[in-house]
Every structure is written in C-alpha cells, then in structure tokens.
C-alpha cells in the first residue's frame, strides 16, 4: 500500500503565503511525476503543478509565476510553495503521486486552504 501524508493547509490572508508539504511511503514504484491538485466546493478537481523526478515542472497558467513546486527525490516528499495568494486559490488541495511502469496513481486526503480577509 501507499501512503500518502499531506501538511500546511489553513487560512490566509489575500497577499500571503502558505507552504504544503506531501510525503510518499510504502509500495513505491519507481516515480513518474508527484504533484497537486485542488478542488473548489462544486468544481472539479483540477491540475495545480506536477514535477518530474528530473525536476521538469507543469503549472496551470492560474498559478505560474506565484506558485513553486519542488520535489526532495531522497524522502519521496513534494512540496507546493504559493505566494500572492488570492481568494479564488481557495479549495481543498490533493497531493498526487504518479508511480511505476503501468503509471499508477495515488491521492492524499486532501489538505484545505482558504484565502480570505
């Protein structure tokens, strides 16, 4: 089984910063892509960023420029840095790891940030 540890949620306020972090465990495969997904009450869930083990980045055009995503390959851990936050960042995020050569897929519980003065 795969575990997936998701951290660094909460409030903020329009402007400020927050950091989340999201730790792989177990039955690892090798990895294809780690990355972040968010979904607002009655949307979608939606692609945030994803990084490659090799460092190669994707960002929504709505987070380029403010968001930074980086990966520690040693501790099978992404992170998401997001500055300038605005109210409609606001909406649970999902970590997502992307392993193997039959690409398997696994979801976090889910981390809720809320942008709001």
């Known amino acids: 089984q795969v575990q997936l540890v998701e951290s660094g949620g909460g409030l903020v306020q329009p402007g400020g910063s927050l950091r989340l972090s999201c730790a792989a465990s177990?039955?690892?495969?090798?990895?294809?892509?780690m990355g972040w997904y968010r979904q607002a009450p009655g949307k979608q869930r939606d692609l945030v960023a994803t990084i490659r083990t090799d460092g190669t980045t994707n960002y929504a055009d709505s987070v380029k420029d403010r968001f930074t995503i980086s990966i520690d390959n040693a501790k099978n851990t992404v992170y998401l840095q997001m500055n300038s936050l605005k109210p409609e960042d606001t909406a649970v995020y999902y970590c997502?790891?992307?392993?193997?050569?039959?690409?398997?897929?696994?979801w976090g519980q889910g981390t809720q940030v809320t942008v709001s003065s």
């Open positions: 177990g039955s690892i495969f090798s990895i294809n892509t």
């Open positions: 997502n790891l992307n392993h193997g050569r039959l690409f398997r897929t696994n």
